[in-house]
């Protein structure tokens, strides 16, 4: 039960905070590109790299404090599923290269940004 309450409270903080990291990215980069689920998805891959990145090299935490940040705020605030309709939303509006673009370097940079979490981890925490 400690576990399902450590992902609950995690994925409660994490969904908050991309909420709010949305709303102020539509407000200072406006609608025509979804800058948030973008962003928290990035972002999100660089946090993963240095946490799993410390964890394994570094920091011995219980298996309810792994799941509380890695499954609960990492997975609140990342999201595979509205980055998914950001990009079927571009698709209808036939708006193919930006969701090319969108699509494309949300995977690759997303994987550069949790390689950069690693390197960066094993680098201080070694």
């Known amino acids: 039960m400690n576990m399902v309450l450590a992902v609950a409270l ?53 298996q309810e404090m792994r799941s509380f940040l890695m499954t609960g705020v990492l997975g609140g605030f990342t999201t595979f599923s509205a980055f998914s309709l950001d990009a079927a939303n571009m698709i209808e509006r036939h708006d193919y290269m930006l969701a090319a673009v969108y699509v494309g370097g949300s995977v690759i940079v997303g994987l550069m940004a949790l390689f950069l979490g690693l390197w960066i981890s094993r680098i201080a925490f070694v």
């Open 10 to 62: 995690g994925g409660a903080i994490g969904s908050s905070l991309r909420y709010l990291f949305g709303d102020m990215m539509m407000r200072l980069m406006g609608i025509n590109f979804p800058w948030g689920t973008f962003g928290v998805n990035l972002i999100g891959s660089l946090v993963m790299g240095l946490i799993a990145g410390g964890l394994a090299l570094k920091f011995n935490v219980s």
